[in-house]
C-alpha cells in the first residue's frame, strides 16, 4: 500500500507563540517549531499499516526551507521517504490555498491512503482534510480513532462528543487521525541516523504547476485584520465580609452575569 502522511511543522504549543508585526502571520523565526502533535499519530499509524499489510510510507509537508528539520524528525519514525514542497510564495497561504498545494503535490505520489492529523495546533480548523479529499475525488475519513484495512477497503470509528460512528469507504481515501488512535514510537538513534540518509525531495510552485498569485498572502480567501498582545491579567476585587459579604458576592455574581 501506498501511503503518504501529510507533516506540518509549527511552533510549539508549550511555548509562547506570537504573530508577526508587519503581515499578522505566525512569527515562525522566532519560535520553537516542532512536528505538529497529532500528525505524529498518523505517522505511526501509517507504520503500523505498512508492517501489518506492506507497502511505503512517504511523508509530504509543505513550509519553509525550515520545515527540513521536521521532516527529517518525522522520517527518523520510520517512513521511507520524503517530499517537501518549499516556496517564498506560500508565505501567508490560507487553508484553501494549502489544500490546493498540497492536492497538487498528492497527485504527483498517486497514493492508496493519506493519513493526516485532524488538526493543527497553529490553525486548528479541521478542513484540510475534508479540502483534500473534495480536490482529489476521494472519501473522507476524518476523526478516526481507530483505522482498519481490509484489502480495498478503509474503516475507522469516527470518534464525536457521543462516541463513535462506523464509516467505510474503498480507498484511496483521506483519513484524519486523533491522539486517541495509538501511541507515537520514539525514535531510535539508528532511526536517527538512518533518517539523514533517506531521500528527501523538493517541490516548487513551478513543478506543480501552480501561479505564485493563487497561494499566500496574495491569494488568501481569509487574513487577520488586527491583533494585540493579551491583556495582563488584573487583581481580583476583595470582599470584606461586615455582615453583608453574602449581598455583596451576589451583587458582583450578577454584575458579571453569572447569575
Known sequence: MNIVVLVKQVPDSGAERNLRSDDSTV?????????????????EEALRIREAHGGEVTVLSMG???????????????P??????????LHGSCAVATSKVLAAALRTLSPDLVLCGAEST???????????????????????????V???????ERQTEEGYEVVTAPAPAVVSVWDTINEPRYPSFKGI???KKKPLRTLALADLGIP??????????????????RPPRSGGQK??????????LVEFLAAEKFV
Do not use: C, F, W
Open 239 to 248: 470582599i470584606t465580609d461586615g455582615g453583608d459579604g453574602g449581598v455583596r
Open 212 to 229: 505564485a498569485d493563487e497561494v499566500g498572502l496574495a491569494g488568501a480567501t481569509s487574513a487577520v485584520v488586527e491583533h494585540s498582545q
Open 80 to 89: 521511507d521517504g520524503a517530499v517537501h514542497v518549499v516556496d517564498d510564495a
Open 122 to 148: 497553529d490553525g486548528r480548523v479541521q478542513v484540510v482534510p475534508h479540502m483534500l479529499a473534495e480536490r482529489l475525488g476521494v472519501a473522507a475519513l476524518t476523526g478516526a480513532r481507530k483505522l482498519t
Open 27 to 43: 512569527d515562525r523565526g522566532s519560535a520553537s517549531n516542532v512536528i505538529n502533535e497529532m500528525d505524529e499519530y498518523a505517522i
Open 64 to 78: 519553509p526551507a525550515g520545515a527540513a528539520e521536521s521532516i527529517r524528525k518525522a522520517l527518523s519514525m520510520g
Open 150 to 156: 481490509d484489502g480495498g477497503t478503509l474503516t475507522v
Open 193 to 195: 541516523m538512518a533518517a
